[in-house]
């Protein structure tokens, strides 16, 4: 019999993507969400939706979510058994009672692979949603194209339609995306969702009148390595060993002083 991890494993490599899994209990829920609403009180949600970024850093809380034992299970059985921790932001598309559209125009992003703006070879990236509230059509799933990381890094080019979340304001054209293949990820809250860096991807606006928030995580194996590309300038000043050995060392580790690897 296969194991669990070996399961993940193939139907990751299949589909590109996993989806539906169990990470936080209510009680490592219910803390998460006081955390979070705390940042939300203190710098308002028109920050809050995009702007906090890696400050797992400082935030113990945001640290253990990133290093949760059952995401860190799936990231190993995915990634292989040694893991960075490349970099993390929370994400939340607001209904419009609470932070108007800008302009008028509901926030979405736009059909992209993630590894088109990761300045690194040698390893893919894992990408995960960590979803702190529930997650459905209404208010804007994640929706993924299952095999299309097997086509390589397809063309990016500015993006016709506004709104649209990703700073690069980048979409891959039309008509290199089977969207009649597209599948829809929704989560309930404490689950997550992981897929590679090449799997095509996007979500709709937020039309409901609910929150849609999600902690995203970026990993990659210790065998990646940062490249000078004018393209894809990038900088990685929140990076941490979180699972194994590194014995390539292409990214410092910058675990704070009271983090502790238990992977």
């Known amino acids: 019999m296969e194991s669990k991890a070996t399961n993940q494993k193939n139907e990751y490599d299949s589909n590109g ?22 940042l939300e009180e203190k710098f308002g949600k028109v920050y809050t939706q995009y702007n906090l970024h890696n400050i797992h850093l400082e935030n113990t809380w945001v640290m253990d979510l990133a290093t949760h034992p059952q995401v860190l299970q799936t990231i ?15 994400i939340c598309k607001y209904p419009a009672s609470d932070v108007p559209y800008k302009n008028n125009v509901a926030p979405f992003v736009a059909w992209h692979q993630d590894i088109r703006y990761w300045g690194f070879e040698g390893g893919s990236v894992a990408s995960v949603w960590l979803a702190l509230d529930d997650v459905d059509q209404e208010n804007g799933v994640l929706q993924v194209i299952p095999g299309s990381h097997k086509q390589g890094l397809l063309e990016h080019r500015t993006s ?21 293949k597209a599948v ?58 979180v699972a194994g050995e590194d014995n390539f060392k292409h990214f410092k580790n910058n675990a ?6 238990t992977f």
């Open 256 to 261: 704070p002083s009271t983090f502790i690897k």
């Open 17 to 38: 993507y996993l989806t539906g899994i169990q990470i936080l209990d209510k009680k490592q829920l219910a803390s998460a969400l006081q955390n979070y609403s705390a």
């Open 160 to 180: 016709t339609v506004a709104g649209n979340m990703l700073t690069s304001n980048q979409e891959i054209p039309e008509h290199l995306i089977e969207t009649e």
């Open 184 to 241: 829809q990820c929704p989560l309930k809250v404490g689950e997550m969702s992981v897929h590679d860096g090449l799997t095509v991807h996007f979500s709709e606006p937020n039309v409901s009148n609910r929150r849609r928030c999600g902690f995203v995580i970026r990993y990659v194996p210790t065998t990646a390595y940062p490249v000078d590309d004018p393209d894809r300038p990038r900088s990685f000043p929140a990076t941490v060993l």
């Open 76 to 90: 190993t059985a995915v990634l292989g058994p040694n893991i960075i921790l490349l970099d993390s932001r929370f």
